[in-house]
């Protein structure tokens, strides 16, 4: 709709293509509710209250019957590859929930298949109703210690910038570099200064004059506190704090209750999801943050701003999206009830959201992506001294966290010298294969903390490089998981006694499956019973899989390269010194 067209929709000249009639607003801009007619015109808001002046015969006429509007809901970060389904299918859902707008980080695409793939992202993003903003990856690797598909540079982000979808860049996951003034890393950050777009950051444990320094480079936002103290620091800092509520790491429960405690002003705190897996997408997105933060003592007109215009004006789109205002889009969520933030219906640019998406037609070097050889159990194994007692580094993982803690404890080697896992004692023995076809490098290692007591499992998701990490009580088994994994071209697999029990084939980028939600996500959860029956007591087993090979969150991890130790920010070795 051009500017001139909508000043004279707003003027009455133009009559409106669709009036909501007996509407009760939820207006953010003042943080109040109050009855009004809507007026449409072109997918946006062209008039508010007595509309009458607005309309002719061709004019649709819809009786919202005192129900209360929204305005649609955004999801502020979020990598949506970890539905495990393509861009379209998560659109498709994420509308059906009142999420109009995400803001998206196609950093998973971005390391498996570099600016191209992140090209495409954006592509199939012009061709779908929901409002797709984009930040551009950053830190791809996020890393040098492993090894990525692709790497993004600097001319690749300023390119990349240029697209109108972007609205900054994507998190600064690498602070090591912010703060040792690395050329690459400052370049990047002034292109998004330079065209006015926002720069957003990842600083777990970050404070003091490290945090300093890192909010003076322009970063303004963060996701990724570990302590209620950090995250108030943060914002009296003046970053912005993303309260993240997703399949892997949650935080509503222990940072939102304090924050209304201690009287902070939620202004510069909005909501995030970071990483939805296909089960949760299913059953709710930003409609079930919203129920919660009311839920935990918040006003629903202020969790409904926090899922709004909070977040829209972070990414300066406030004049797009964010509120039920006049010249922003039509996207509005239609309530029954507020307390209970009850879905009547979803509209986006004005018009009801459709359960059919535009099918996209994908290129075939997405489908191509897991290159390497056969794995034999050998190439697993960590070798010590034949018959010996050893104390190893070990990858301590906890249930809906990310995090990880550096535990030790003794294991011992086989007449062969070959370091054995434990089961009775939960350590288990891991692997990060890379599996771009670059060196053929695979670290290895020990974790505790899945529970797992036969078998081995194995999966092409690893954060952030996306090489297939594969865990199991036995060589063998995690040999055939691996194995597996490649001709299947990706996907996750589980192995027990030398056999396949069950797999979820992700044949895109080996992420992503181009099947419906609904079909994916009943396929994780039959292989989440099967992984549940081996023996695995975490809840989500799979996403917390995927983080041990992230080398920017603490404690303990492993990639290709081998055992990671973040604060040092060094690799060390498996045995303990």
Not at 16 to 42: F, G, P
Not at 88 to 111: C, L, R, W, Y
Not at 220 to 235: G, N, P
Not at 366 to 378: A, L, M, Q, S
Request: a negative charge.
């Amino acid at each position: 709709m051009h500017l001139t067209e909508k000043i004279l929709a707003g003027k009455g000249d133009i009559k409106a293509d669709t009036i909501l009639q007996n509407s009760r607003i939820l207006n953010v801009n003042t943080k109040e509710v109050y009855e009004a007619d809507i007026a449409i015109k072109s997918g946006y808001i062209i008039g508010i209250s007595d509309v009458s002046d607005l309309k002719d015969t061709s004019t649709e006429i819809i009786d919202v019957n005192n129900r209360i509007v929204s305005p649609g809901l955004l999801d502020g970060h979020v990598h949506f590859e970890s539905s495990m389904v393509t861009l379209s299918q998560f659109a498709k859902k994420a509308m059906e929930h009142g999420t109009t707008g995400i803001v998206i980080d196609p950093h998973e695409i971005a390391n498996v298949l570099g600016k191209r793939g992140i090209e495409l992202i954006l592509e199939e993003a012009k061709t779908l109703p929901l409002n797709i903003f984009a930040t551009v990856s950053s830190c791809v690797p996020a890393t040098p210690f492993e090894t990525a598909g692709a790497s993004i540079d600097v001319s690749d982000v300023r390119l990349l910038m240029d697209n109108d979808m972007v609205v900054g860049l994507g998190e600064v996951m690498d602070f090591p570099a912010v703060l040792n003034g690395d050329a690459k890393k400052m370049a990047m950050i002034q292109a998004a200064h330079d065209r006015g777009l926002v720069v957003d950051g990842h600083a777990p444990g970050l404070t003091g004059p490290d945090l300093w320094g890192y909010l003076a480079g322009g970063i303004s936002s963060d996701h990724e506190s570990l302590t209620y103290d950090e995250a108030l620091e943060k914002l009296r800092l003046g970053m912005k704090l993303m309260l993240r509520e997703g399949s892997a790491a949650k935080s509503l429960d222990m940072f939102l209750p304090r924050l209304l405690e201690d009287g902070v002003s939620l202004e510069n705190v909005f909501f995030v999801t970071d990483d939805k897996h296909p089960e949760d997408l299913l059953a709710g997105y930003m409609d079930t943050i919203v129920r919660k933060a009311i839920s935990l003592g918040l006003s629903p007109l202020d969790a409904v701003s926090m899922c709004t215009i909070n977040t829209a004006r972070h990414y300066r789109i406030d004049h797009l999206v964010g509120s039920v205002s006049i010249g922003r889009r039509a996207d509005l969520v239609i309530l029954d009830d507020l307390e209970s933030f009850r879905i009547h219906s979803v509209m986006v640019g004005g018009e009801r959201v459709d359960t059919q998406v535009p099918a996209f037609d994908y290129t075939d070097f997405v489908f191509d992506t897991i290159r390497y050889g056969e794995i034999i159990p050998e190439d697993l194994q960590i070798i010590g001294v034949p018959d010996s007692k050893v104390s190893v580094n070990i990858i301590k993982v906890f249930p809906d966290q990310i995090f990880t803690e550096k535990d030790n404890s003794k294991l011992i080697t086989d007449r062969t010298g070959v370091l054995l896992p434990d089961v009775k004692k939960d350590i288990l023995s891991t692997a990060v294969i890379e599996r771009h076809g670059k060196n053929g490098n695979i670290g290895l290692g020990f974790v505790r903390g899945f529970g797992l007591k036969s078998g081995a499992f194995a999966q092409s998701i690893g954060h952030d490089s996306h090489n297939v990490v594969v865990t199991g009580t036995n060589h063998a088994d995690m040999a055939l998981a691996a194995n597996t994994i490649r001709d299947m071209k990706g996907g996750i697999v589980l192995v027990q006694d030398g056999q396949v029990l069950d797999s979820l084939p992700l044949p895109f980028a080996g992420l992503l499956s181009n099947q419906p939600l609904k079909k994916v996500a009943l396929k994780l959860e039959e292989v989440h019973s099967v992984i549940r029956d081996m023996g695995c007591t975490l809840p989500a087993p799979f996403i917390t899989h995927s983080f041990i090979a992230l080398p920017v969150i603490p404690e303990l991890r492993l990639t290709d390269r081998g055992l990671f130790d973040v604060g040092q920010f060094e690799l060390i070795d498996v045995f303990e010194r």
